[in-house]
């Protein structure tokens, strides 16, 4: 307790054997962070130690702490002072009392004088070396507290009385103890005597320390004791003249941050642990780990909180997808006024004006989904990406669908009836549209229901092995199996739009767009088989948010890049720059061209088959072969 801690304690026998403080002294040795000996023995036993320390060539090495039994005798010391140096000793605090036994007038009692010296008389002089024996102020306070103590038992027990009364006699020791502790009177040498609760008087000590000046020895006062400690430190020397106070310890204070270990079986000594990772230093022996939401300070004695990050529009990660976006949308404008102004052309009433139209609003749509992914996340930008993420893309797969469904339709009811198929119109194509498309806003209605949009400070993500790069990361609760659901419709429409721009491969190149749109689908599914392992496969990385909006918007931008330029730059190109391309040709009837097909198949089976034997799907090499028709080159419901 007080911050000393005891490596080991070692008893001397009363009557030691031949080598017993050499024995000592390898024991002292044993642990040589520990320097400090406190010695409660006697003088001869003191100089007998501090003879087995000067055997074993330890000068200097142990500071030694002396009890009142060392004081400031010479006797322990001589012939070994430099053994001794640094030694720390204490006295109690006394004083001559003077008037009793001073050096001028002092005589024994006779019979002292002949038992002491056998002489009748004696004195002692002025020059005598006499010096009074520094507990005699105790004695005589002693005595005076007895004496106080029966005096004040006798004025309770027998009041009024002379000499003893029946109520002392005999004397009752405890009663007489009572009254002693509750004493308090000016002493012989004018200190205050008094007694604690546990019966002692208060400790008044000086401190000495034996220093060997000018190659003098001497025992120095240094500070006292009474009721706390003062000490001069300044006025202390340590051996070889050090100023510096030594350490004496088993082990080095840990650092902050640090936990202390225990040595088993030895309790003044630890080794220091290091609250590592995400923990800090709760108290001296306990490393805990921070909150979820916290890390360690740069010490580790506490926790502080984890900084938030988002996607920065001023990041690589984000100024990429805004300029592509930005160009997307600019040029998608651009077509949506080319067709406007030039709206009953040829080429875009060919192009089927109504689904054009819904193909450029999902294309926009697209393009102005990457600043919705960028945008700070909240409730509001949340439930903007779940609607308008998937939405951009299934209109635009949802137009492409109708188109690639209605030329298939065409060439498949062609070969089998000669009566048109149903729901070819324009009206019709934009309702088989919009129901395709409200199936991914019925889902995200479903979603909200379920589970309401919100945003997230995740501390999972970018949680390093290094707290100092840990970083909360604000974003949407949208979790990958979320987004799988909510782009799985679109990728369901562009895998089925894929499959009959197949089935329609052998369509007139100029026939309603069947080959540019499977080029589109084909180039579309590539971009989309590339985005998956690149964004799954990011799932661990600190960077996952960013790669992962990054590649998310880049793929949807170029899918809509793919649709803007694959349809619609041929057909502005023709408008602006040959508008002499833009004019009718001879056209014929639906009917005309669905009875042209049947009458091929059913009056010359063969001639739908190539030389290598690969069936002819392109109506108007049939019509050419059968019947010498012109070439025509649009279809139209005019």
């Given at each position: 307790s007080g911050g000393v801690c005891i490596s080991q304690s070692v008893k001397i026998p009363r009557e030691p054997k031949q080598g017993e403080f050499d024995k000592i002294m390898r024991r002292l040795g044993e642990n040589t962070n520990a320097r400090v000996v406190i010695l409660?023995?006697?003088?001869?036993?003191?100089?007998?130690?501090?003879?087995?320390?000067?055997?074993?060539?330890?000068t200097g090495h142990f500071i030694w702490v002396g009890s009142d039994s060392w004081g400031s005798k010479s006797a322990p010391v001589e012939n070994q002072e430099e053994m001794a140096e640094g030694a720390v000793t204490i006295l109690p605090k006394r004083q001559s009392i003077k008037g009793k036994m001073s050096t001028a007038q002092a005589s024994y009692?006779?019979?002292?004088?002949?038992?002491?010296?056998?002489?009748?008389?004696?004195?002692?002089?002025?020059?005598?070396?006499?010096?009074?024996?520094?507990?005699?102020?105790?004695?005589?306070?002693?005595?005076?507290?007895?004496?106080?103590?029966?005096?004040?038992?006798?004025?309770?027990?027998?009041?009024?009385k002379v000499g003893l009364c029946a109520k002392m006699d005999p004397i009752n020791g405890t009663h007489l103890l009572k009254h002693i502790r509750r004493l308090n009177f000016s002493g012989i040498?004018?200190?205050?005597?008094?007694?604690?609760?546990?019966?002692?008087?208060?400790?008044?000590?000086?401190?000495?320390?034996?220093?060997?000046?000018?190659?003098?020895?001497?025992?120095?006062?240094?500070?006292?004791?009474?009721?706390?400690?003062?000490?001069?430190?300044?006025?202390?020397?340590?051996?070889?003249?050090?100023?510096?106070?030594?350490?004496?310890?088993?082990?080095?204070?840990?650092?902050?941050?640090?936990?202390?270990?225990?040595?088993?079986?030895?309790?003044?000594?630890?080794?220091?642990?290091?609250?590592?990772?995400?923990?800090?230093?709760?108290?001296?022996?306990?490393?805990?780990m921070c909150r979820f939401d916290l890390r360690p300070n740069e010490n580790h004695?506490?926790?502080?909180?984890?900084?938030?990050?988002?996607?920065?529009?001023?990041?690589?990660?984000?100024?990429?997808?805004?300029?592509?976006?930005?160009?997307?949308?600019?040029?998608?404008?651009?077509?949506?006024v080319t067709f406007v102004r030039h709206n009953d052309t040829p080429i875009v009433k060919a192009s089927g004006r109504e689904l054009s139209y819904?193909?450029?609003?999902?294309?926009?749509?697209?393009?102005?989904?990457?600043?919705?992914?960028?945008?700070?996340?909240?409730?509001g930008i949340c439930s903007l990406r779940r609607i308008f993420l998937g939405l951009g893309m299934s209109i635009s797969y949802a137009a492409l669908l109708t188109k690639t469904n209605r030329i298939y339709r065409i060439f498949e009811q062609?070969?089998?009836?000669?009566?048109?198929?149903?729901?070819?119109?324009?009206?019709?194509?934009?309702?088989?549209?919009?129901?395709?498309?409200?199936?991914?806003?019925l889902g995200v209605c479903i979603w909200f229901g379920v589970d309401p949009s919100k945003a997230i400070i995740d501390y999972e993500d970018q949680r390093t092995s290094n707290p100092v790069l840990a970083r909360g990361v604000l974003k949407c609760d949208i979790s990958d199996l979320s987004l799988i659901c909510l782009l799985g419709y679109s990728m369901l429409l562009m895998v089925t739009c894929t499959v009959y721009a197949i089935k329609t491969r052998?369509?007139?190149?100029?026939?309603?767009?069947?080959?540019?749109?499977?080029?589109?689908?084909?180039?579309?599914?590539?971009?989309?088989?590339?985005?998956?392992?690149?964004?799954?496969?990011?799932?661990?990385?600190?960077?996952?948010?960013?790669?992962?909006?990054?590649?998310?918007?880049?793929?949807?931008?170029?899918?809509?890049?793919?649709?803007?330029g694959l349809l619609y730059m041929p057909k502005v190109y023709?408008?602006?720059?040959?508008?002499?391309?833009?004019?009718?040709?001879?056209?014929?009837?639906?009917?005309?061209?669905?009875?042209?097909?049947?009458m091929s198949n059913k009056f010359n089976p063969k001639a739908g088959l190539r030389p290598n034997g690969e069936a002819k799907t392109e109506l108007c090499e049939s019509l050419e072969t059968q019947f010498g028709v012109l070439k025509w080159y649009f279809l139209t419901e005019s």
């Open positions: 409660f023995a006697n003088e001869d036993d003191i100089r007998r130690l501090l003879h087995a320390a000067k055997k074993a060539n330890q009692d006779l019979v002292f004088l002949k038992l002491c010296a056998g002489v009748n008389q004696e004195r002692i002089g002025k020059d005598s070396d006499f010096e009074q024996e520094g507990k005699v102020q105790f004695v005589i306070d002693a005595v005076y507290s007895m004496a106080h103590g029966l005096h004040n038992m006798h004025k309770e027990l027998c009041p009024g040498a004018g200190n205050p005597v008094l007694f604690n609760e546990n019966g002692d008087a208060p400790g008044r000590y000086e401190i000495y320390q034996y220093q060997i000046r000018n190659r003098t020895p001497e025992y120095k006062v240094i500070g006292h004791w009474t009721d706390q400690l003062h000490l001069n430190v300044r006025s202390m020397q340590w051996p070889g003249g050090v100023r510096q106070v030594p350490t004496s310890i088993c082990s080095q204070p840990c650092q902050p941050g640090e936990r202390k270990k225990i040595v088993k079986g030895i309790p003044c000594c630890w080794h220091c642990e290091r609250c590592d990772g995400y923990q800090y230093q709760a108290d001296t022996y306990t490393c805990k004695t506490g926790c502080v909180p984890i900084p938030i990050v988002k996607l920065e529009w001023s990041s690589p990660w984000a100024v990429i997808p805004v300029l592509i976006a930005v160009l997307g949308i600019m040029a998608t404008l651009f077509v949506v819904v193909l450029l609003t999902g294309i926009f749509l697209c393009y102005a989904t990457t600043f919705l992914m960028i945008s700070t996340p909240d409730v062609g070969t089998m009836s000669v009566s048109a198929p149903r729901f070819i119109s324009p009206a019709s194509q934009l309702v088989i549209t919009f129901t395709l498309a409200s199936v991914q806003l052998g369509v007139p190149e100029t026939f309603n767009e069947a080959k540019p749109i499977g080029f589109t689908m084909y180039t579309t599914c590539i971009i989309w088989l590339a985005f998956i392992p690149i964004f799954f496969g990011t799932s661990q990385s600190t960077e996952k948010m960013y790669i992962q909006t990054t590649t998310l918007t880049i793929s949807v931008s170029l899918s809509a890049s793919v649709s803007l023709v408008i602006l720059l040959h508008p002499e391309q833009n004019v009718p040709k001879r056209t014929r009837s639906l009917k005309a061209v669905v009875t042209a097909a049947t």
